[in-house]
């Protein structure tokens, strides 16, 4: 029932449940009622049944269980060898994103959050590059209840703002964070995607604004941080470039990240 639900963009009625899953109409029914009572469905009066806010948290969880941090470890160490730089790996929940493996160097300022920490997705390049990967009216479902706290001159003030913004990083293949977060902060964070093309997470370095330039941030991301963040893609199992003169899938096309003006 999940899994047909999570097919269609719209709720189903009871009769649409029992039609597609070719069960009997009462045992549709208790289904439907125990995946309510745990949060798992959402009832739409005259609508129909949709999926559950207990399903965001249940499958960041599964996520979690992918071996991701494992898989990316070895990419990362490269990166931080690379560039001298904190690589983080992080993760969308709810209206947060949440490191779940780091790699570090020794420099005075760090923000970007030890492994299980949160920190807002609307202030974060990381939590740009999550959200990217939800529609606007997901991002704005998502982000409902969200204060967006005026952290520095910089930060995003609105969830229009942050809808906007987030069309330039699907262009880019990238996110740019100056001093949005903290003052003296600047952070890039590129797309890793699972094996359907969808955001899976987030790869990030995090530096001192006062020793990196955003023009050279931004060359960071594109010749190193974008294309690690493809290897790692890769590994994940997602396709490569379909052979044979045919096209891939967009949403499974390697980024092209575009550089832009400082």
Do not use: W
């Not at 899953?21 to 125990?34: D, E, F, Q």
């Not at 745990?38 to 960041?60: D, F, V």
């Not at 959200?131 to 606007?136: A, H, M, V």
């Not at 969200?146 to 069309?167: Q, Y």
Request: glycine share 8%; charged share 25%.
């Amino acid at each position: 029932m999940l899994r047909v639900l999570s097919e269609v963009e719209r709720p189903l009625s009871l009769g649409e449940l029992v039609e597609r899953l070719g069960a009997s109409k009462p045992s549709i029914y208790r289904l439907v009622r125990t995946l309510i009572d745990n949060g798992a469905l959402r009832e739409l009066r005259g609508e129909g049944y949709t999926l559950g806010p207990a399903l965001i948290s249940i499958g960041e969880a599964a996520r979690r269980a992918t071996r991701l941090p494992e898989v990316a470890r070895p990419h990362m160490e490269r990166l931080r060898e690379s560039l001298g730089e904190t690589v983080v790996l992080s993760m969308l929940d709810g209206d947060e994103l949440v490191p779940v493996a780091r790699i570090e160097v020794r420099q005075i300022l760090s923000v970007s959050g030890a492994v299980g920490a949160r920190l807002p997705a609307y202030c974060t390049s990381a939590g740009h590059v999550l959200l990217s990967g939800l529609s606007g009216d997901e991002v704005r479902a998502r982000l409902a209840h969200c204060t967006f706290e005026r952290r520095t001159p910089n930060t995003i003030a609105s969830v229009d703002e942050l809808v906007t913004a987030l069309a330039k990083v699907r262009e880019r293949g990238y996110a740019i964070n100056d001093e949005q977060l903290v003052v003296g902060h600047r952070s890039a964070a590129t797309p890793v995607r699972d094996h359907g093309g969808n955001v899976a997470a987030a790869l990030s370095i995090s530096v001192p604004a006062a020793r990196v330039p955003r023009r050279e941030l931004i060359h960071f991301a594109t010749q190193h941080l974008v294309p690690t963040a493809q290897a790692l893609t890769l590994d994940l199992g997602a396709p490569g470039p379909a052979g044979d003169g045919e096209a891939a899938p967009e949403s499974q096309r390697p980024i092209e990240p575009q550089a832009v003006p400082a």
